[in-house]
């Protein structure tokens, strides 16, 4: 299945979502979700215990993925595992046909379902980024050489809209120091905003894919806004908060959002959290397909 760069470097643009593992072991609403958005996207990342909420390892939904012909974005965080068993899920993770990995450091247990759970944390985002190389370089972290090595394409985050742009942007530069392929970022509202912010990594070229949110409501709209450095535009809020038809006005908001950031950038990740069935009138509505094409 092709990575991330491979995807932009033929069409020129890469669309993905995310779909949250289930909390338990039914695949089928995955499986039923992953159907509607197949013909819309491009690659779709599951998510690792999403907000240290405990739900299947990724893993295994990733292999579902696979087997109906949608390539997915393994996100893995140091939060749960050391560094023995984060190495350990990359090399099965490949050996299932896994190519494109999300590396991150992870929400604390304390925000979770588990607060009492302890955060490993033995690998930050830097850490896993390094993992991932040296593994493709046939050796593990402690300097030994594999039998085979995997070919996996690291990918990592971003927040164009951080509260200190210098010192997220020296981080993001680090990640690509350390084997970052592509980056996904943090929601983005201003399109003028993440086009200051690309602008900076342009030498790299590594790809940016803009993270789009779909907000379902003016109380999501505020918690958003209690994330240090994320701002949901008054505007975006007044229309949610006018609304008869929140689905139907997100959906547009969204797509105003992406028709912003067209030129912008390499590609587009989508956030639909539960509203998955949203993505395709969404991309729709932008007619992304045909100007792309």
Do not use: Y
Not at 3 to 13: D, L, Q, Y
């Amino acid at each position: 299945m092709p990575t991330i760069p491979e995807i932009i470097k033929t069409r020129g643009f890469a669309i993905t979502c995310e779909l949250n593992p289930p909390k338990g072991v039914d695949l089928e609403p995955l499986k039923k979700t992953a159907a509607i958005v197949k013909p819309f996207v491009d690659a779709i990342n599951l998510t690792d215990s999403h907000r240290a909420k405990m739900s299947m390892s990724p893993i295994g939904a990733a292999k579902t993925l696979i087997d109906t012909g949608i390539p997915p974005i393994l996100q893995i965080t140091g939060r749960d595992r050391n560094q023995l068993a984060i190495q350990a899920d990359l090399l099965a993770a490949s050996s299932m046909g896994v190519e494109n990995i999300l590396c991150m450091s992870g929400d604390n247990p304390s925000q979770g379902d588990h607060p009492n759970a302890k955060g490993v944390f033995d690998l930050d985002a830097f850490g896993l980024l390094r993992a991932v190389g040296a593994l493709n370089h046939g050796q593990d972290l402690g300097g030994s050489n594999l039998r085979s090595a995997p070919k996996l394409c690291a990918g990592a985050v971003a927040n164009p809209v951080a509260p200190e742009p210098k010192i997220e942007m020296e981080r993001l530069g680090k990640k690509i120091e350390a084997g970052a392929h592509f980056i996904q970022t943090q929601p983005v509202f201003d399109a003028k905003e993440f086009e200051l912010f690309a602008s900076g990594t342009k030498e790299s070229g590594v790809p940016i894919l803009a993270g789009v949110i779909v907000i379902k409501s003016v109380k999501m709209a505020k918690t958003i806004n209690s994330i240090p450095g994320i701002t949901v535009p008054d505007s975006i809020i007044s229309r949610l908060a006018s609304s008869e038809d929140l689905k139907n006005t997100s959906s547009e908001i969204a797509a105003e959002i992406i028709s912003d950031l067209l030129e912008l950038t390499k590609g587009v990740h989508i956030m639909a959290i539960g509203w998955e069935n949203q993505i395709p009138p969404i991309l729709e509505r932008v007619g992304i397909r045909e100007k792309l094409s």
